[in-house]
Antibody, heavy 114, light 113 residues
Framework: EVQLVESGGGLIQPGGSLRLSCAAS????????MNWVRQAPGKGLEWVSI???????DYADSVKGRFTISRDNSKNTLYLQMDSLRAEDTAVYYC????????WGQGTLVTVSS | DIVMTQSPDSLAVSLGERATINCKSS????????????LAWFQKKPGQPPKLLIY???TRESGVPDRFSGGGSGTNFSLTIDSLQAEDVAVYYC?????????FGQGTKLEIK
């Protein structure tokens, strides 16, 4: 059974940093397209970032230069390093795979507020 | 970026009746070399992650009831829910994965009339 489990969310002040983790089981993060998708309170779904199986990455314009996606193959874990956080980054963050979204974690809430 | 526009924004349907949600993409999501439409549909309930219902525009995900069906090609797509059940109350999203950035429709809120 495939499981994706996110962690690392919390309350952070504007300008701060957080690192989200997505631990996978029954599934190889290095062999699949892995995405981060977020949902702000009362809003729709927004794609954030992708890491392809070959290691190439891409980002939404809204987070480019502030967020970094990475993975640790030995831990079968995907990460999202979030720097220079803004109030508008407040959302539930999900990791998901593959590109059409068969597997989703339960999400982790990030709240950016002073 | 490909803009996904759903209609209607909200929909109220009686139990046992049919619900249809439409999704239009600003450019085609049909990949001619494999004749696949890179279009998925999700069901989203509060406090839960999105649930994949349909991918490749019309392929039902394993375990999804057959009252859910997807159709369309190119730029116009639809999700149909036959014989609406109480548990189908949710927000539904279409999603294109044809190109980066992947994009979602704004969502359609489905309620019971």
């Amino acid at each position: 059974e495939v499981q994706l489990v996110e962690s690392g969310g919390g309350l952070i002040q504007p300008g701060g940093s957080l690192r989200l983790s997505c631990a996978a089981s029954g599934f190889d993060v290095s062999s699949n397209y892995m995405n981060w998708v977020r949902q702000a309170p009362g809003k729709g779904l927004e794609w954030v970032s992708i890491m392809y199986d070959g290691g190439r990455t891409d980002y939404a314009d809204s987070v480019k230069g502030r967020f970094t996606i990475s993975r640790d193959n030995s831990k079968n874990t995907l990460y999202l390093q979030m720097d220079s956080l803004r109030a508008e980054d407040t959302a539930v963050y999900y990791c998901t795979s593959p590109d059409y979204g068969r597997y989703w974690g339960q999400g982790t809430l990030v709240t950016v507020s002073s | 970026d490909i803009v996904m526009t759903q209609s209607p924004d909200s929909l109220a349907v009686s139990l046992g009746e049919r619900a249809t949600i439409n999704c239009k993409s600003s450019q085609s999501v049909l990949y001619s070399s494999n004749n696949n439409n890179y279009l998925a549909w999700f069901q989203k309930k509060p406090g839960q992650p999105p649930k994949l219902l349909i991918y490749w525009a019309s392929t039902r995900e394993s375990g999804v009831p057959d009252r859910f069906s997807g159709g369309g090609s190119g730029t116009n797509f639809s999700l149909t829910i036959d014989s609406l059940q109480a548990e189908d109350v949710a927000v539904y999203y279409c999603h294109q994965y044809y190109t980066v950035p992947p994009t979602f429709g704004q969502g359609t809120k489905l309620e019971i009339k």
